[in-house]
C-alpha cells in the first residue's frame, strides 16, 4: 500500500491549465460573434458618415446611405447578426416627436436596412425620448408641488407612438430604456393592437444611473439639460431590486431582459440569471467601459485585444446570453482569426 504524504497533494487544479488545448476544453464562458449586438448611431442631416465623439472607432451614420449598409455588412461577415439602432434628430422638441416620426432617423435606417439587406440581421431598435428631447430626459417633464417631475403616465403614451412607428418600418425588437413604471405592458399593448404580436421587447430591466454613459451622451446629445436621472434610473446601491424590476418586465411581456452597465454590475448580471434562468438576458457594455479599454492600450498599460476579450469573457462568465458592445466588430474579429489570450 503506498502511503502519501500529507505534505504531497492529490488535487492539483493545474493539471487543467497546462496546455493551450486542455485550458480550451473545459472553458465554461465561450464568446461566439452570433451573441454580439452592435450599437449603430444615425443622424439626420448628414450625407457622410461623421466620428462619433467620444467612443474611438465609431461613427454616426447617414440614415439612409450605403455607408450604414456596408458597415452592416461588413459585421454580419464577421458573425455579427444583431445590431442595436439610435438615432440622433435634426431638431429636438419637449415631447421627441421625431422618435416616432415615420421620416424620423431610426425609422428611415430601418426601410434602408429592409431595402438592401432583407430580413437577414436583426434589428433592435432603442425606444426612448432622451435623445429627441429638448430637455435630455427620458419622459415628459411637468411641473408639480415639489418642483418639475417626470410624468411617467403621460411619458408611456409617446412610448406607444414610438414602438408602433419602429415596428412598421421593420424592428425586430423594440428596446424600451426609459426606465418608465409600466413601459413594457403599454409598448407590448399597443403593438399587438396594431398587429405586431410577432415584435420582440427586449426590455432594461435593471438600466442603473450610472456614470458610465458620459461617451454616449456626448454622441446623442442626450445628457439632461436640469436635473439627473436618479429619481427614474436605478439607484448602484440597490442589487436586489433588479429582481424586482425584471420580474415585473417579465409579467408585463418582455422577451427578453436587460442589465445596464455590464462590467461594474458583473454581480447583478449573476444574480438575475440565476433567478431566471430560462429568461434570455442581455448586458450593455456600455459607452464608458469601452472607453476604458481603450484609454488603457493607449495608454500602454495593457494590448487593447488582450483586454478586449477578457471584459467580454467576464460579461459572458456572469450569465449574460447577449452582449451589447461597441468591440462587437473587433472581437468578432478576432475570433475568426482564432485569437485567443487565455
Not at 426612448?128 to 411641473?143: D, F, L, M, Q, T
Not at 408602433?164 to 403593438?191: F, K, N, T
Request: charge should be neutral.
Amino acid at each position: 500500500m503506498t502511503v502519501v504524504s500529507p505534505g504531497f497533494p492529490r488535487v492539483r487544479p493545474r493539471r487543467l491549465r497546462g496546455s493551450q488545448a486542455i485550458r480550451d476544453l473545459v472553458a465554461e464562458a465561450r464568446l461566439e460573434p452570433s451573441a454580439f449586438m452592435l450599437p449603430i448611431f444615425v443622424r439626420e442631416g448628414i450625407t457622410e458618415p461623421e466620428p462619433a465623439p467620444g467612443l474611438e472607432g465609431h461613427k454616426r451614420y447617414p440614415p439612409d446611405s450605403n455607408h450604414l449598409i456596408e458597415f452592416m455588412q461588413n459585421a454580419m461577415d464577421l458573425g455579427v447578426k444583431s445590431f442595436l439602432l439610435f438615432g440622433v434628430p435634426r431638431v429636438k422638441d419637449e415631447v421627441g416627436s421625431r422618435a416616432y416620426a415615420s421620416d424620423g432617423p431610426v425609422q428611415v435606417a430601418l426601410r434602408t436596412i429592409r431595402r438592401e439587406l432583407g430580413w437577414e440581421p436583426l434589428v433592435a431598435t432603442d425606444l426612448c425620448i432622451c435623445g429627441y428631447a429638448s430637455h435630455g430626459h427620458c419622459g415628459i417633464p411637468r411641473k408639480g408641488r415639489r418642483g418639475v417631475y417626470i410624468d411617467n403616465d403621460a411619458t408611456l403614451e409617446v412610448y406607444r407612438k414610438i414602438a408602433v412607428s419602429q415596428a412598421e418600418a421593420g424592428a425586430d425588437v423594440i428596446a424600451p430604456s426609459g426606465m418608465m413604471d409600466g413601459q413594457v405592458a403599454a409598448i407590448r399593448d399597443a403593438l399587438d393592437r396594431e398587429g405586431f404580436s410577432d415584435v420582440a421587447i427586449m426590455a432594461y430591466s435593471a438600466k442603473y444611473a450610472s456614470r458610465f454613459y458620459g461617451p454616449f451622451r456626448t454622441v446623442m446629445d442626450s445628457a439632461p439639460r436640469f436635473g439627473d436621472r436618479r429619481s427614474y434610473q436605478m439607484d448602484p446601491r440597490r442589487r436586489l431590486e433588479a429582481l424586482r424590476e425584471v420580474h415585473h418586465d417579465l409579467m408585463e411581456g418582455a422577451d427578453i431582459v436587460m442589465v445596464k452597465p455590464a462590467l461594474a454590475y458583473l454581480d447583478v448580471i449573476s444574480l438575475v440569471k440565476e433567478n431566471f434562468p430560462d429568461v434570455p438576458l442581455a448586458a450593455y457594455n456600455v459607452s464608458g467601459e469601452y472607453a476604458m479599454v481603450k484609454l488603457m492600450a493607449r495608454e500602454g498599460f495593457a494590448q487593447e485585444s488582450e483586454l478586449m476579450m477578457e471584459v467580454l469573457t467576464a460579461i459572458k462568465r456572469a450569465g449574460a446570453d447577449i452582449i451589447i458592445t461597441y468591440h462587437a466588430v473587433d472581437a468578432a474579429r478576432l475570433i475568426k482569426e482564432g485569437f485567443n489570450p487565455f
